[in-house]
């Protein structure tokens, strides 16, 4: 949350030429509501549910970029299909960095609800290992702008080719 998936992918789908896929957005645009009112109207379980459908479908696509959700990762079988079907990028950003870019919260359910600071590094606790279990290639985002990332990145996957 707050990485840069969705910045970088598009990015980076419009360099390789291919086509960009936000699991968010298809979700969206299968529900015909926002995020934020399938996690009010479902909880997170029921959000979870539709992001591994997603997932599922997108994965079977060819020659695509997709940016998840944060905690696409922690289902197992969402794991087992992004690290089989692709290749995976974990672009990691520091618990404070992710604070920083998500202040406001807006769009953001999990952090609706108490202190977002510290919502953040308990997630961060949760899902780095996760992320790294997978990641094919981690990507620190910290200084670099969108563009040297993304280059930083082509030429990961060009030598990882």
Known sequence: MGAGKSTVGKLLAKKLGRQFLDADHVIEERCGVKIPVIFEMEGE?????????????STAEHNIILATGGGAILLAENRQ?????????YLHASPVELW???RGGEGRPLLKNGDAK????????????????????????????????????IMQLELSA
Do not use: C, M, W
């Open 81 to 89: 299909l992004l690290s089989e079907r692709g290749t995976v990028i």
């Open 100 to 102: 920083h870019r998500t």
């Open 118 to 153: 510290k919502i953040l590094e308990n997630l961060y606790v949760i899902r780095d290992p996760l992320y790294r279990e997978i990641a094919d290639h981690i990507i620190e985002t910290g200084k670099p702008s969108v563009n040297q990332l993304v280059n930083t990145l």
């Open 45 to 57: 379980e029921g959000f979870r549910r539709r992001e591994a459908h997603a997932i599922k479908d």
